[in-house]
T-cell receptor, first 113, second 118 residues
Framework: SQKIEQNSEALNIQEGKTATLTCNYTNYSPAYLQWYRQDPGRGPVFLLLIRENEKEKRKERLKVTFDTTLKQSLFHITASQPADSATYLC????????????FGAGTRLAVHP | GAVVSQHPSRVICKSGTSVKIECRSLDFQATTMFWYRQFPKQSLMLMAT?????????EQGVEKDKFLINHASLTLSTLTVTSAHPEDSSFYIC??????????????FGPGTRLLVL
C-alpha cells in the first residue's frame, strides 16, 4: 500500500540555521508533491508545489527538491526564524481526474532563538 | 487570493444532536472540495471528496449517513454530522481546489472547525 514517511521526531534547530525536512514515499508514483505548514488548531497553509519533472523549486527562504528515483522530497528553510516553528506536512498527488492528496504525518519544527 | 473559510470555528453540542459545518471558497470557484478530520498529533484523514452538483465520494470506513455532505454550488460545501456522539469530537477541516484552472492541483484549506460533543 502507499506509504509516506516524514521525520517522526521533532526537529530542533537554532535560529539562523537551515532546517531540512524529509519526505519519503513507497508504492506510489506521484505526479506532484506539495508542502504545507500547519500551526496548532489551524488548517494547513499551502507553501510549495513541485511536479515530477521538476528537480527543485524555490520561494523566498524555502526550497523543495523532488527526486523520483530516490522517491524523496527535501524541504529546506534557510535563515530559519522562531516564527517558522510549526508542523510541516508533505502531500502527494496524482495526475488528472479528481484524485485526492495523500498526506504524511508531518514533522514538527522548533526554531530556538 | 485562494481563501477558504469555515463556519463555525468551534462548536459544542449535546450527544444526539446534528451539527452543520460550512466551507466556502471566497475568491475562486471550487469544482472539488474535500473534508478531513484530524485527531491530536495525527495527520489529516480524508473523509470524503465532494464535486459540485454530484454525490460525494466517501473514503472506506466513513459512514455516509453519519456524515452528510452537500456541494450545491461552486463556492459552498457543507458537512452535517448527524446524531453526533462524543467519539465524533474532532477537528474537521475542509479544502477546495479549482480543477478547471491550469495548475489547479493545489488544495487550499479552511481554518478548521473544532467539534466537541458532550
Amino acid at each position: 500500500s502507499q506509504k509516506i514517511e516524514q521525520n517522526s521526531e521533532a526537529l530542533n534547530i537554532q535560529e539562523g540555521k537551515t532546517a531540512t525536512l524529509t519526505c519519503n514515499y513507497t508504492n506510489y508514483s506521484p505526479a506532484y508533491l506539495q508542502w504545507y505548514r500547519q500551526d496548532p488548531g489551524r488548517g494547513p497553509v499551502f507553501l510549495l508545489l513541485i511536479r515530477e519533472n521538476e528537480k527543485e523549486k524555490r520561494k523566498e527562504r524555502l526550497k523543495v527538491t523532488f527526486d523520483t528515483t530516490l522517491k524523496q522530497s527535501l524541504f529546506h528553510i534557510t535563515a530559519s526564524q522562531p516564527a517558522d516553528s510549526a508542523t510541516y506536512l508533505c502531500a502527494l498527488g496524482s495526475a488528472g481526474g479528481y484524485n485526492k492528496l495523500i498526506f504524511g504525518a508531518g514533522t514538527r519544527l522548533a526554531v530556538h532563538p | 487570493g485562494a481563501v477558504v473559510s469555515q463556519h463555525p470555528s468551534r462548536v459544542i453540542c449535546k450527544s444526539g444532536t446534528s451539527v452543520k459545518i460550512e466551507c466556502r471558497s471566497l475568491d475562486f470557484q471550487a469544482t472539488t472540495m474535500f473534508w478531513y478530520r484530524q485527531f491530536p498529533k495525527q495527520s489529516l484523514m480524508l473523509m470524503a471528496t465532494s464535486n459540485e452538483g454530484s454525490k460525494a465520494t466517501y473514503e472506506q470506513g466513513v459512514e455516509k449517513d453519519k456524515f452528510l455532505i452537500n456541494h450545491a454550488s461552486l463556492t459552498l460545501s457543507t458537512l452535517t454530522v448527524t446524531s453526533a456522539h462524543p467519539e465524533d469530537s474532532s477537528f474537521y477541516i475542509c479544502s477546495a481546489r479549482d480543477f478547471l484552472t491550469p495548475g489547479g492541483e493545489t488544495q487550499y484549506f479552511g481554518p478548521g472547525t473544532r467539534l466537541l460533543v458532550l
